[in-house]
């Protein structure tokens, strides 16, 4: 119990994070706001930005401190008395991480041509109610139950090298990307199926298992005990050699007028095929354990550890097999609208899918430019999560500008009592 | 102005707060809480039936099952094994045997012990030494007319030359006899040997004698003499009774089996000096039997089946011998003095044989088929416990079941023991649990018992009491249906203790 919940969290550990959020639209005419909508217009002739970093951790169940305290150690654990809410049937856990390295930017005639690099990563585990409940309390609580146990883990890290166009049509503007994608480390869950279950005739314990996992350079299985996650974060580990995937953005934009700008994008369509290998762990079937045989013991003069049988209990087969996975599909919907000189009000609405999950957010911002400032405040939604008021800051010093954004406020010092916390930084150079 | 500086501040703050002072390896670090946690495990599930139990056993006790299910169990002694080498050793060829003439009887086998008809040699080489005082050449022929192969008698030409030295040496090369046969009426070999000069004349030679390295049978036949093989001083333990404490068994028929199994085509005979029965209070009594005596004949294959062993089983039970009465006084050992002879009349009119394969083996073994009665028989034992490592655990509560398909009420109980023997608690409650007896057909069989569940609670108090306990008492008393009038019940494969334990443990990280 406890390794998967340490490999459930796991990933805090590497915390970085997600990919497009409101404050890409307060970018206007920047070229990191191509990151939401390629077809969003960029100034200038020439543009350069480094070093964006964007990083995001968030649920859409309780936050960590919600369901943990800490004991004596000074270690989390999965506090009983705080689990007085009601839980869901599964909780998403999601951190996304971008480190764009270098894009640029040069108009050519009427057209911008666009490219760039970046390491981008994506992860979700998606956590069942009973795992967390057992783990709080131990399965007395189930006897004669069955307990749905199994995590969802989905992480996809790669490196992305695109080309892109973007064209004005009178008052439209339309861009796309493609990209040239290189798998780094990846954990694809293609089932998740692990019934749990405390017998109420002497507590025999069953599993009955339809679980079935893939990882390219990333997760290594011997035993329950034994999992061993290899992940370096940022990397350009198989850079043209394996994994090789491709993927597009499409986005458009259309200023109805001077002062309002509606956006539409379709981001990260396209997928990575995994050859590194990629092994795929699976385990189907029912293993029991109903207790020790006297005569076993009685014969055996090695003692035999109960702890040890119930760790052996779980049968898994590994194969190397090829496979491929889709990216986290992103669709947006946006709107700027900009009042008199200083005030700039936006509008995103934003979905995007994952291998085992979904995220929906609608988000609100306004900034108001002052001297060479754009500060700003940004209000999200998402699941169970109304509490993302956040901000948005900009300094412009000539041709360049800095910029820093989060979507939760109190999440960027709380990180453990918020449902998310975000932070997006980066610096652009224009002429 | 203003404004700037206290945006940058919100600025500063803001990234500082990104930048800062998580430990986020440290924060995300899962352990137990300092909470209870109930934890429901199973811990055992058997049923200890007779069958599964002869799989189980090893060393000297088996269990066997007979085709109507009725279970025996089988106590073994020593496995007394002798070969062809104990009865004829192979002899070394250290001393020549000298050709004191042209023709030369010599005696190779002692008619005080043996009278032996026929040998044939294995690993056997030979080679003959021969010396002339006279100044010339000599041929030389020898024979051995009792050794011959496929019809062919032993005849060997050899030359010995003058070579300006006296006496004219030859050492002949060495000659394999092996699978050749000696055959002889009287112990002896012939050897005759002409020598002769170019022109014909007869010489008698300086030396002649023939050399062996080892002188090795794959087969004899005759009187092969009269042996003696003590096998004294081995005993059988029987572990029937050593956990009993008080109460009396009733076994309707044990017995001791004498096992020979003989490829030798001699006769052999068991002459049991000694039988004595140990009981576990110590006293010593002797089996009486007519046989012991007399000593007990085995079979032994005749001529006609060379290589094929013949096993005898003698059996000494409530037929021959006192071994019922003195068996239920709850032997533990059986010790037993055996001599094994070889030709026990010494009558040298028999005629037998050995072969390179042949042995006999004796083996003595306890039988006692579980047929009789228990009367209040009460067993005890004593484990080494040491529940020092489960100071993580608060309480406890186990849930038995159990069941007896045994005609025969059974009552456990277990004591916790501290390092100084002092009683801490008990793990049943009360007098401990009882499972009674199954319930008995008219064909004195039993229907599988019922099970029957139990709840054992251990507090806080008392699970911490006994984790000073080193030792763990069980006590389990049994007593067969209608026992007091020694009625005897078989015992089956099938019959078996049903012991199933679970534990809800309350649990809490120190």
Redesign the interface.
């Known amino acids: 119990m406890?390794v998967i919940?340490?490999f459930s969290?796991?990933f805090?550990?590497t915390?970085k994070s997600k990919a497009q959020d409101i404050s890409l639209l307060n970018l206007h005419g920047q070229l990191p706001s191509t990151y939401l909508n390629p077809g969003l217009k960029v100034d200038k002739k020439f543009n350069l930005s480094l070093a964006g970093v964007n990083v995001l951790l968030g649920t859409d169940g309780p936050s960590?401190n919600q369901i943990?305290?800490k004991?004596?150690?000074?270690?989390?654990?999965?506090?009983?008395?705080k689990l007085d809410q009601n839980l869901e049937p599964y909780q998403n856990i999601f951190f996304n991480n971008d480190i764009h390295t270098i894009d640029v930017s040069l108009k050519v005639g009427n057209a911008m041509i666009m490219a760039g690099h970046a390491f981008r990563s994506t992860s979700n585990v998606r956590y069942p109610s009973g795992l967390v409940n057992i783990a709080?309390?131990?399965?007395?609580?189930f006897?004669g139950q069955t307990i749905e146990i199994a995590p969802y883990i989905d992480v996809n890290a790669y490196n992305e090298i695109y080309l892109g166009l973007q064209k004005s049509f009178g008052n439209l503007t339309i861009g796309a990307k493609g990209k040239l994608l290189y798998g780094v480390a990846n954990i694809q869950t293609d089932k998740a199926n692990i019934g749990f279950t405390?017998?109420d005739?002497?507590?025999?314990?069953s599993l009955q298992t339809d679980y079935e996992i893939r990882s390219s350079a990333l997760l290594r299985y011997n035993s329950l005990d034994s999992i061993t996650v290899d992940y370096s974060g940022f990397s350009f580990d198989n850079m043209f050699y394996n994994n090789q995937g491709f993927a597009f953005d499409l986005g458009a934009s259309y200023s109805v007028n001077e002062k309002f700008t509606i956006s539409a994008s379709m981001l990260d369509i396209g997928k990575i095929n995994w050859d590194f290998f990629p092994r795929k762990y699976t385990s189907k079937g029912n293993f029991s354990?109903?207790?020790?045989?006297?005569?076993d013991l009685?014969?055996d003069s090695t003692s035999i550890s109960?702890q040890d049988t119930?760790t052996d209990l779980l049968k898994v087969t590994e194969q190397i097999e090829n496979y491929s996975t889709t990216l986290s599909g992103t669709y947006t919907l946006g709107a700027n609208y900009l009042w008199g000189e200083k005030w700039r009000f936006s509008a995103l609405l934003l979905y995007q899918k994952t291998n085992n999950a979904s995220r929906n957010m609608f988000s609100v911002s306004a900034v108001r430019k002052?001297?060479i400032?754009d500060?700003g405040v940004q209000y999200s939604i998402t699941k169970n999560n109304f509490a993302g008021l956040g901000?948005f800051?900009k300094?412009k010093l000539g041709p360049i500008s800095a910029f820093?954004s989060?979507d939760n406020i109190i999440g960027?010092?709380k990180?453990?009592d918020a449902r998310s916390a975000s932070?997006r930084?980066g610096a652009t150079f224009q002429i | 102005m203003r404004i700037i500086k206290w945006q940058k501040l919100i600025l500063f703050g803001f990234i500082f707060s990104i930048a800062s002072c998580y430990d986020l390896e440290n924060e995300t670090q899962f352990d137990l809480g300092s909470q209870e946690y109930n934890l429901a495990v199973p811990l055992i599930d058997s049923k200890i039936t007779l069958d599964k139990l002869s799989s189980d056993l090893d060393g000297n006790t088996s269990i066997k099952i007979g085709d109507d299910g009725k279970a025996t169990i089988f106590y073994n002694g020593e496995v007394i094994r002798r070969t062809t080498s104990a009865i004829f050793p192979p002899f070394p060829g250290l001393i020549p045997i000298p050709i004191q003439d042209s023709i030369w009887v010599e005696e190779i086998f002692d008619k005080a012990k043996y009278s032996i008809k026929r040998a044939v040699f294995d690993g056997t080489n030979i080679w003959f030494t021969f010396e002339n005082a006279l100044p010339e050449d000599l041929n030389i022929k020898l024979t051995i007319p009792e050794l011959s192969q496929n019809g062919q008698v032993f005849s060997q030409d050899f030359v010995l030359k003058y070579n300006n030295s006296l006496p004219a040496k030859l050492v002949t090369e060495k000659f394999s006899v092996d699978n050749w046969t000696l055959t002889s009426l009287n112990n002896s070999i012939t050897f005759k040997y002409e020598a002769r000069t170019k022109n014909g004349t007869p010489v008698k030679l300086g030396l002649a004698q023939m050399n062996f390295d080892l002188i090795k049978f794959s087969y004899l036949e005759g009187y092969l003499g009269y042996h003696i093989f003590p096998i004294e001083g081995s005993n059988v333990d029987v572990g029937l009774f050593n956990k009993w404490l008080s109460g009396s068994f009733s076994f309707e028929d044990p017995k001791i089996t004498i096992r020979v199994q003989n490829a030798f085509g001699l006769p052999v005979r068991s002459l049991v000096n000694k039988m004595s029965l140990t009981s576990i209070t110590g006293s010593n009594v002797n089996l009486e039997s007519s046989f012991i005596n007399t000593g007990i004949d085995f079979a032994y294959p005749s001529f006609s089946e060379i290589g094929t062993v013949k096993t005898t089983d003698f059996i000494f039970d409530k037929s021959n011998s006192n071994i019922k009465e003195i068996f239920n006084e709850k032997t533990k050992t059986i010790a037993y003095d055996i001599e094994a002879l070889i030709n026990p009349d010494r009558d040298t009119t028999i005629n037998g044989y050995i072969s390179d394969g042949g042995f006999f083996v004796i083996n003595v073994a306890v039988e006692v088929p579980l047929n009789g009665s228990v009367n209040n028989v009460v067993l005890t034992d004593t484990l080494d416990i040491n529940l020092e490592d489960y100071n993580e655990i608060i309480s406890a509560q186990f849930k038995s079941i159990t069941s007896n398909d045994f005609p025969a009420e059974v009552k456990l109980q277990a004591y916790f023991l501290d390092e100084n023997g002092q009683r801490l608690d008990q793990l049943f409650n009360n007098d401990g649990i009882t499972l009674p007896p199954a319930s008995a057909l008219p064909d004195d069989t039993t229907l599988p018992g019922s099970e029957k569940i139990d709840f054992l609670e251990f507090d806080d108090a008392r699970f911490n009491n006994i984790k000073r306990a080193k030792k763990l008492a069980i006590i389990g008393a049994i007593n067969t249906i209608d026992s007091q009038n020694k009625k005897s019940w078989w015992i089956y494969e099938n019959y078996g203790i049903g012991l199933k334990l679970g534990a809800i443990f309350k649990y809490k990280k120190n």
């Open positions: 406890r919940l340490l969290f796991l805090l550990l915390f960590i943990t305290s004991n004596s150690g000074g270690k989390r654990y999965i506090d009983i008395g709080a309390q131990g399965n007395a609580a006897i405390t017998d005739e002497i507590y025999q314990l354990f109903d207790g020790v045989d006297i005569l009685l014969v109960i119930l002052i001297s400032f500060l901000i800051g300094i820093a989060t960027a010092f990180p453990f932070v930084i």
